[in-house]
C-alpha cells in the first residue's frame, strides 16, 4: 500500500490549491478515504473525508464550504479542492485509507 500526496506549495490568502493522494496496492474504492492536517505544535486533525459507497462526505466546520474532497476511482486518486485559504489552513496535509495507512504529506503554506 501506497499513498502519494502532491499539490501544497505557498498561495496567498484567499487563494486556491488543489492537493492529490495518488494510491497503489488498494483500490480508493473500496475503502473510506480522508485528509487529515497538522499544523506546527498542534495535534493532526481531520479535515474532510469520503466513503466507499455513496460518495457522502464529512468535513471539519472550520474547512466547510471552502474544501470539497472528491475521488476518481479510474485514477485511484483522492483530491482535496481548497478554496478561499486562510493562514489558519497552514499545515502539513496528509492522505488516509482507511483508519490505516498515511501518506508523507504535502506542506500547505497561507501567507502574503
Known amino acids: 500500500v501506497q499513498l502519494v500526496e502532491s499539490g501544497g506549495g505557498l498561495v496567498q490568502p484567499g487563494g486556491s490549491l488543489s492537493l492529490s493522494c495518488a494510491a497503489s496496492?488498494?483500490?480508493?474504492?473500496?475503502?473510506?478515504m480522508s485528509w487529515y492536517r497538522q499544523a506546527p505544535g498542534k495535534e493532526r486533525e481531520l479535515v474532510a473525508s469520503?466513503?466507499?459507497?455513496?460518495?457522502?462526505?464529512e468535513y471539519a466546520d472550520s474547512v466547510k464550504g471552502r474544501f470539497t474532497i472528491s475521488r476518481n476511482n479510474a485514477k485511484n486518486t483522492v483530491y482535496l479542492q481548497m478554496n478561499s485559504l486562510k493562514p489558519e489552513d497552514t499545515a502539513v496535509y496528509y492522505c488516509?485509507?482507511?483508519?490505516?495507512?498515511w501518506g508523507q504529506g504535502t506542506q500547505v503554506t497561507v501567507s502574503s
Open positions: 496496492g488498494f483500490s480508493v474504492s473500496n475503502y473510506l
Open positions: 469520503i466513503t466507499s459507497a455513496g460518495r457522502s462526505t
Open positions: 488516509r485509507q482507511g483508519l490505516g495507512y
